[in-house]
């Protein structure tokens, strides 16, 4: 079955760093999307970052470019997102996610498949 499980959350101060991994079953990786969305309380889900794992192009949401790193090991059909510089706003639940499209890559519209998350936090 498709399946996501992501692991690497945790608790850190401004400024500090936490990798996230997605690990993806076979089917589930041969998507031609996998992103990374996130969601604080009382806020909306947003998108964070995506890439096509068959190019390995990445985008960003523009509140984390230039701190955030978007990466997959088609080896280990796995997916990563280093966070650098982390701010007491990325608190959140990071969620993992597979789909198809070629519009809004950042939309969780274009994700049918969702992992069960893992939460952030990050404090001042």
């Known amino acids: 079955p498709a399946q996501l499980v992501e692991s690497g959350g945790g608790s850190v101060h401004a400024g500090g760093s936490l990798r996230l991994s997605c690990a993806a079953s076979?089917?589930?990786?041969?998507?031609?999307?996998m992103g990374w969305f996130r969601r604080a309380p009382g806020k909306d889900r947003e998108g964070v970052a995506a890439?096509?794992?068959?190019?390995?192009?990445?985008f960003y949401s523009d509140f984390v470019k230039g701190r955030f790193t978007i990466a997959i090991d088609n080896t280990k059909n796995t997916l990563y997102l280093q966070m650098n510089g982390l701010k007491p706003e990325d608190t959140a639940m990071y969620y993992c996610?597979?789909?198809?499209?070629?519009?809004?890559?950042?939309?969780?519209?274009?994700?049918?498949?969702w992992g069960q998350g893992t939460q952030v936090t990050v404090s001042s």
């Open positions: 996610a597979a789909g198809s499209g070629d519009s809004d890559i950042l939309s969780a519209a274009m994700y049918t498949v």
């Open positions: 890439i096509r794992p068959a190019y390995g192009s990445p």
């Open positions: 076979r089917s589930t990786y041969n998507t031609d999307l």
